[in-house]
């Protein structure tokens, strides 16, 4: 019955979803039409800039992304790529030769295989399926996100940074832009295998946490200020985005730009913050 429903839902015209889901996330629905909150921008953008500025597909893409980043802040903060495939039987001859990598479409968001050894017969059926399973999905239907549904579908192989057990830390720079000016939310997120993300926050500041208990000491604070000032040359005509890297044994390497955070249903930074996000975004007036 529950995919039934799922699917039924999925029939549902965009700007209908984007009002269930934010109203089952937040218990209200968004103000679209004066939009204060952080969350109600990005369904504004959802709803306006996704659907009209061809340069958000091109930053959302994985693999073409990796030129926008060489050519503004350079080749040495990419992660290593080994290989790039347009199909999972282009991936099926080479995949029992894949370890210590990161398997993951260009095309969506939260679709990752780690392998860190190289993989058994069985392991490689498994993988070759999901890869199929991404390649068949029109990511941008999952969450009303249309600047997805322009991306040519690739596979990326990247090399793994770190290791399943020790792997790197996660700075999310959400950048605001405003006359001038740059307003910035850090997140740091430690993982750890078999254990939720540990979150840290920073207000335009590296001195003090508003939230979280990770500290940035002298080295930490040098990679989040090199980290900070480099995204804000990504960001630099665009009056948001978030711009993740991972850092790992003191190195610097870029991840993704971010458009649309959890296409608008995050409830985690909380009521004042999300006002205070939602402040520090200047929405382009003819939207």
Not at 120 to 127: A, G, K, L, P, S
Not at 154 to 165: A, C, Q, S, W, Y
Request: net charge positive; aromatic share 14%; glycine share 4%.
């Amino acid at each position: 019955m529950n995919m039934v429903v799922h699917s039924l839902f999925r029939t549902v015209p965009w700007y209908f979803r984007d009002m269930i889901l934010y109203r089952r996330a937040f218990g209200h629905f968004p103000d679209l039409a004066n939009p204060k909150k952080f969350s109600e921008k990005i369904i504004k953008r959802k709803r306006t800039q996704c659907f009209d500025e061809h340069a958000y597909s091109n930053l959302a893409d994985k693999y073409k992304v990796r030129n926008y980043v060489c050519a503004v802040i350079g080749a040495d903060y990419l992660v290593p790529l080994l290989e790039v495939y347009s199909d999972a039987d282009s991936l099926k001859q080479d995949i029992l030769n894949v370890n210590n990598a990161v398997i993951k479409p260009n095309h969506g968001s939260g679709m990752l295989l780690f392998i860190e050894d190289y993989p058994t017969h069985d392991q490689c059926r498994h993988i070759l399926k999901q890869v199929k399973k991404w390649m068949n999905l029109d990511f941008s239907r999952i969450s009303c996100e249309y600047h997805y549904r322009k991306i040519s579908r690739k596979i990326l192989v990247e090399r793994m940074i770190g290791t399943l057990d020790n792997p790197p830390i996660d700075y999310k720079f959400h950048i605001f832009r405003q006359r001038g000016e740059t307003f910035f939310v850090l997140q740091v997120i430690e993982r750890q295998q078999q254990q939720k993300p540990v979150f840290t926050t920073y207000i335009n500041n590296f001195a003090t946490a508003y939230k979280g208990s990770y500290a940035l000491g002298l080295q930490e604070r040098a990679i989040a200020e090199e980290a900070l000032n480099n995204s804000i040359r990504l960001a630099y005509n665009l009056e948001y985005a978030r711009i993740d890297w991972l850092v790992h044994d003191q190195g610097l390497y870029f991840s993704e730009i971010t458009l649309t955070p959890a296409a608008g249903y995050v409830t985690g930074f909380g009521e004042d913050l999300d006002l205070l996000m939602g402040k520090q975004w200047q929405l382009p007036q003819k939207i």
